[in-house]
T-cell receptor, first 115, second 116 residues
Framework: DQQVKQNSPSLSVQEGRISILNCDYT??????FLWYKKYPAEGPTFLIS?????DKNEDGRFTVFLNKSAKHLSLHIVPSQPGDSAVYFC??????????????FGKGTKLSVIP | DTGVSQNPRHKITKRGQNVTFRCDPI?????LYWYRQTLGQGPEFLTY????????KSRLLSDRFSAERPKGSFSTLEIQRTEQGDSAMYLC??????????????FGPGTRLLVL
């Protein structure tokens, strides 16, 4: 059973517009969430994270929103640029609460930013 | 470059052979993780070390897999008697605990294994 779900395998956005990538989770023990970007044949690159005690975290063009009651988070990229085209993974961790530090990943969403 | 490095980047082997991968973490990081990623999936956790101690192993890590981190620095992942189902990207990550007690894992470029 997938504990972290990214239901959109792909997303196309015009350059300069907003990209919104969504992620849902089922495990209420998750208390830390991360977004990674991955280019083909490379490892995931850390983008931004959010603790469960917050509902928003912003870093430049990237903002992550967390809705704990809905077990939903989203990554907003504004404005989108062609270099943002990649696969985006949502990941979650239980951390010290469950004595486990592994990340649980979604299957990813492929973002294409059209010039 | 002070990021996580992995060697080799690519490995092609025949079924039944043994393979070993190496990971060099970011120098001040005390935690090191191994993940496996197959096509169309996100990375899946295999095992992790805190310093030289292996503290957690996934059920994905069969008896043919062994990982070590002998001096708490670099780590090796060995797969014995490889099978075609072992073909995947093997990713290493390292981390530190930040001031907010949250942990961020930084990934290496991965080793892509193809078992023929």
């Amino acid at each position: 059973d997938q504990q972290v779900k990214q239901n959109s395998p792909s997303l196309s956005v015009q350059e300069g517009r907003i990209s919104i990538l969504n992620c849902d989770y089922t495990n209420s023990m998750f208390d830390y969430f991360l977004w990674y970007k991955k280019y083909p044949a490379e490892g995931p690159t850390f983008l931004i994270s959010i603790s469960s005690i917050k509902d928003k975290n912003e870093d430049g063009r990237f903002t992550v929103f967390l809705n704990k009651s809905a077990k939903h988070l989203s990554l907003h990229i504004v404005p989108s640029q062609p270099g943002d085209s990649a696969v985006y993974f949502c990941a979650a961790a239980t951390g010290e609460r469950a004595g486990s530090y592994q990340l649980t990943f979604g299957k990813g969403t492929k973002l294409s930013v059209i010039p | 470059d002070t990021g996580v490095s992995q060697n080799p980047r690519h490995k092609i082997t025949k079924r039944g052979q043994n393979v070993t991968f190496r990971c060099d973490p970011i120098s001040e990081h005390n935690r090191l993780y191994w993940y496996r990623q197959t096509l169309g999936q996100g990375p899946e956790f295999l095992t992790y070390f805190q310093n030289e101690a292996q503290l957690e192993k996934s059920r994905l890590l069969s008896d043919r897999f062994s990982a070590e981190r002998p001096k708490g620095s670099f780590s090796t992942l060995e797969i014995q008697r490889t099978e075609q189902g072992d073909s995947a990207m093997y990713l290493c990550a390292s981390s530190f605990i930040g001031t907010d007690s949250q942990e961020t894992q930084y990934f290496g470029p991965g080793t892509r294994l193809l078992v023929l």
